[in-house]
């Protein structure tokens, strides 16, 4: 594998589910991101994390937990979601203070029902 | 409010001419200034850059320009041809944080054959 990678590329979940979604990044890079691209909206970065340490939390609700076990793997929690939470939820990565040069992974298209 | 905005949802434009994609922001910190390409299933990639200290940025048949008094960026593509027709994304980097891109919601670029 190469780049960044997400899976599952497709998620329809309950709202009473609980899943979650997993990145990871074969760059040697230190800093990860997620992103939530909601239809007709431009993306918004949710949470950064920079050395597993988490840098920036974009006044996310708490039904979406991050976690960053290391530099490579990125993993958002999904419980008691809303359908207003369907969106595709994507990963990048980067070298810590180059978001400039940030790398993308394919998403996750999420569908609450 | 959007600090980065891209008015025109959607372009279409004949293979060979020239694609003209516009984005304004709000923001007179941003300093940088960053065009993706993407393409459905597939997430951003990076396209072309520019500084705030320049006023264009040319990489083979794109070329970015940078008006700030206007505040206004545009992506020129020439030729266009039909494998550049994806979704374009303008986002822009402040020094004060430069892990955080602010994205415009995108152009549907389509080039006819």
């Known amino acids: 594998e190469t780049g960044v990678t997400q899976t599952p590329r497709h998620l329809v979940m309950g709202m009473t589910n609980k899943k979650s979604l997993k990145c990871e990044q074969h760059l040697g890079h230190n800093a990860m991101y997620w992103y939530k691209q909601s239809a007709k909206k431009p993306l918004e970065l949710m949470f950064v994390y920079n050395f597993k340490e988490q840098t920036e939390n974009n006044s996310v609700p708490s039904r979406f937990s991050p976690e960053c076990p290391n530099s490579s793997h990125l993993f958002l929690h999904l419980h008691t979601l809303q359908p207003e939470d369907s969106a595709l939820y994507l990963c990048?990565?980067?070298?810590?203070?180059?978001?400039?040069?940030?790398?993308f992974g394919p998403g996750t298209r999420l569908t609450v029902t | 409010d959007q600090q980065v905005k891209q008015n025109s949802p959607s372009l279409s434009v004949q293979e060979g001419r020239i694609s003209i994609l516009n984005c304004d922001y709000t923001?007179?910190?941003?300093?940088?200034f960053l065009w993706y390409k993407k393409y459905p299933a597939e997430g951003p990639t990076f396209l072309i850059s520019i500084s705030s200290i320049k006023d264009k940025n040319e990489d083979g048949r794109f070329t970015v320009f940078l008006n700030k008094s206007a505040k206004h960026l545009s992506l020129h593509i020439v030729p266009s041809q039909p494998g550049d027709s994806a979704v374009y994304f303008c986002?822009?980097?402040?020094?004060?944080?430069?892990?955080?891109?602010?994205f415009g919601k995108g152009t549907l670029l389509t080039v006819n054959p």
């Open positions: 923001n007179s910190m941003f300093d940088y």
């Open positions: 990048a990565s980067s070298q810590p203070g180059q978001a400039y040069e940030q790398y």
């Open positions: 986002a822009a980097l402040s020094g004060g944080s430069n892990y955080k891109l602010t």
